[in-house]
């Protein structure tokens, strides 16, 4: 089954740091760019960052950029994002999704919640 | 970067009807458009890509038509299961971008 699964997140602090972790199966995962979206509480949904299939190339939405890291282990099937400095703004479900190359995320995760709150 | 206007924000239908979703880009996106269902508490799920082609296993009452700056999505008789929020997705660059959802209520 083609499937990802995201975990790391939690409830932080104003200013605090917190590691996304997306594991990925059913697919080679080598040959997908992969992304991140998220969604805060009642809101749509915000692209957040993509990664090529050998991190060949990277892209950040302005709200996060120089706080947000995403990068991936091929050899572990795994994609992640690092996030530093986080706001309440932040606060979020946040989405690993498969990018099928053709305009379109065919593959979401269950999503992850991170709650930015002192 | 690109910004994505749909339209209406909110629909009200019965079960059996026509329903029309449009999404306007503020540039050019060619066919780099994609629609998504979203239930609530789950993540959304891809309808169609490309603005016209269907995604494998969904139900042909869905369609995608546009190109450019203009897209419709149309779901030609609705089903309960169909009463959701939609999303649209600019694929074409980077930022890439979402309208802000059209939710679906029965009437």
């Known amino acids: 089954e083609v499937q990802v699964v995201e975990s790391g997140g939690g409830l932080v602090k104003p200013g605090g740091s917190l590691r996304l972790s997306c594991a990925a199966s059913?697919?080679?995962?080598?040959?997908?760019?992969m992304n991140w979206v998220r969604q805060a509480p009642g809101k749509g949904l915000e692209w957040v960052s993509s990664?090529?299939?050998?991190?060949?190339?990277?892209y950040y939405a302005d709200s996060v950029k120089g706080r947000f890291t995403i990068s991936r282990d091929n050899a572990k099937n795994s994609l992640y994002l690092q996030m530093n400095s986080l706001r309440a703004e932040d606060t979020s479900v946040y989405y690993c999704t498969r990018d099928m190359g053709a305009g379109g995320f065919d593959v979401w995760g269950q999503g992850t919640m991170v709650t930015v709150s002192s | 970067d690109i910004h994505m206007t749909q339209s209406p924000s909110s629909v009200s239908a019965s079960v059996g009807d026509r329903v029309t979703i449009t999404c306007r880009a503020s540039q050019g996106l060619s066919s780099w458009l994609a629609w998504y269902q979203q239930k609530p508490g789950k993540a959304p799920k891809l309808l169609i890509h490309g603005a016209s082609t269907l995604q494998s296993g969904v139900p042909s009452r869905f369609s995608g038509s546009g190109s450019g700056t203009d897209f419709t999505l149309t779901i030609s008789s609705l089903h309960p299961e169909d009463f959701a929020t939609y999303y649209c997705?600019?694929?074409?660059?980077?930022?890439?971008?979402f309208g802000q959802g059209t939710k679906l209520e029965i009437k």
């Open positions: 059913g697919f080679i995962f080598t040959n997908y760019i």
């Open positions: 990664i090529g299939s050998d991190s060949n190339y990277i």
């Open positions: 997705h600019q694929a074409s660059s980077f930022p890439y971008t």
